[in-house]
């Protein structure tokens, strides 16, 4: 099943097999207890900071698969291979943030078409 963008939803290969992940509000409430954040905007600004560890990676990727319906652990997570490495964990998580909380508009005069 290929992931659908508009539900939050993002495709990756993880352990040798293409998986779904998705930010669903029950993730990003688990990502919040995690974080020791009170609300939406502290997670938003936590990960705006473009400072992630790799225990945050882990933790993003736990729950963005844990809300696309796997069941597996933070721990079971951490053990995966990532297609890709370190540097596809992040641009996993950089666009699983980006389905949760939306891509920022275009900037009068940034990609915009000119009449």
Known sequence: MAAN??????????????????????????????????????????????RLSARDLTRILGAGLRGAGETVGDEEVAAMRIEGGAAGAVRICAELLAAAFGEPEPQRGEGAARP
């Open 5 to 50: 963008r508009r539900r939050g939803e993002v495709s990756a290969e993880i352990d040798g097999r293409a998986r779904t992940l998705c930010l669903t509000l029950g993730a990003l409430a688990e990502l919040e207890d995690a974080f020791a954040l009170d609300d939406i905007a502290g997670l938003a600004a936590r990960f705006g900071s473009g």
